[in-house]
């Protein structure tokens, strides 16, 4: 069974940046496209990022691109999403994600969710 462990949210100034980390087990972590959605009070999940098995592809909606940079190391079983010019609006619970196709990824919604790590954003 796949597990995912979330960390490195926290309350950072607008403009800051953070580092979020998604520790993989119970699988093969090379096997899955990985992925990063948000979703704060009051409002719908939204998908954030995707990388695909091999690490060539990363997908973005236009919110994050330029901002947000998401990567994996499969040999350390990790998932990063490097955040920078850090926004209010960005605050949000990040979930981190497992599925089977990166690029599609934010239509259908991956089978395996870590628990979240909030992410505060002040102004």
């Known amino acids: 069974q796949v597990q995912l462990v979330e960390s490195g949210g926290g309350l950072v100034q607008a403009g800051g940046s953070l580092r979020l980390s998604c520790a993989f087990s119970g699988r093969t972590l090379s096997s899955y496209a990985m992925g990063w959605f948000r979703q704060a009070p009051g409002k719908e999940r939204e998908f954030v990022s995707a990388?695909?098995?091999?690490?060539?592809?990363?997908y973005y909606p236009n919110s994050v691109k330029g901002r947000f940079t998401i990567s994996r190391d499969n040999a350390k079983n990790t998932v990063y999403l490097e955040m920078n010019s850090l926004k209010p609006e960005d605050t949000a619970v990040y979930y981190c994600?497992?599925?089977?196709?990166?690029?599609?990824?934010?239509?259908?919604?991956?089978?395996?969710w870590g628990q979240g790590t909030q992410v505060t954003v002040s102004s």
């Open positions: 994600a497992a599925g089977r196709a990166a690029h599609s990824m934010g239509l259908i919604p991956p089978a395996y």
């Open positions: 990388i695909s098995v091999s690490g060539g592809s990363t």
